[in-house]
């Protein structure tokens, strides 16, 4: 079973574009959502995070948007720039960080 | 800024052998994770560590593998007898609270390459 769900699977968007990467979850006890930023032979970073207490969390340009009655978040990355062509991972766990499902990665690229 | 530092960065090992890996997790932190990513694929958790034992593990981190502390700095990850099917990046991560303590999320390591031949 797939804890989190993860769309689309690569993404390309001209500069200044605003790329939107879903996910989906399945467990109702989740309480914690990461997104993960990944670039090549390098370990996930953390970027933003959000708790189901908010509908919306921003970090410059980063937004996560949270809709807790359709178990779905999304990132939104504003102004986005060639340097933001990464692999994002959403993820999903328990606040107690003990164990986080991620979901399958979205390769983003940025074209100048 | 702080780092968890791996090594290797990649490892060859044969089919049925030992191998260890290696992590420095960031000083100040209380929890110790593994984590592994086959090629492509997504992010999985083994497992995660907290005051000298496992606190959860998956169905992936079977009778084969195992972790210690077995200093103040180090934290390692051994497969017993690897298979083929264990070839991965292996990423340790910590983290320095958890919960409601704050924004912390995880630190995550460049990763270890393992493949099995």
């Known amino acids: 079973q797939q804890q989190v769900k993860q769309s689309p699977q690569s993404l390309i968007v001209q500069k200044g574009g605003i790329p939107i990467i879903n996910c989906a979850y399945e467990?109702?006890?989740?309480?914690?959502f990461p997104w993960y930023q990944q670039f090549p032979g390098k370990g996930p970073a953390l970027l933003i995070a959000?708790?189901?207490?908010?509908s919306e969390k921003k970090e410059g340009r980063f937004t996560i948007s949270f809709n807790k009655s359709a178990k779905q978040f999304s990132l939104h990355i504003m102004d986005s720039q060639p340097g933001d062509s990464a692999t994002y991972f959403c993820?999903?766990?328990?606040?107690?960080?003990?164990?986080?499902?991620f979901g399958s990665g979205t390769k983003l690229n940025v074209k100048p | 800024e702080p780092e968890v530092t791996q090594t290797p960065s990649h490892q060859v090992t044969q089919m049925g052998q030992e191998v260890i890996l290696r992590c420095v997790p960031i000083?100040?932190?209380?929890?110790f994770y593994w984590y592994r990513q086959i090629l492509g694929q997504k992010v999985e958790f083994l497992v995660s560590?907290?005051?000298?034992?496992?606190?959860?593990k998956s169905e992936i981190f079977d009778d084969q593998f195992s972790v210690e502390r077995p200093d103040g700095s180090n934290f390692t990850l051994k497969i017993r007898s690897t298979k083929l099917e264990d070839s991965a990046m292996y990423f340790c991560?910590?983290?320095?609270?958890?919960?409601?303590?704050?924004?912390?999320?995880?630190?995550f390591g460049s990763g270890t390459r393992l493949t099995v031949v």
């Open positions: 991560a910590s983290s320095e609270a958890i919960g409601d303590l704050g924004d912390y999320g995880y630190t």
């Open positions: 467990n109702t006890a989740f309480d914690y």
């Open positions: 560590f907290y005051n000298n034992e496992i606190s959860e």
């Open positions: 000083s100040n932190h209380l929890y």
């Open positions: 959000i708790r189901p207490d908010v």
């Open positions: 993820a999903a766990g328990p606040d107690n960080f003990n164990k986080f499902y």
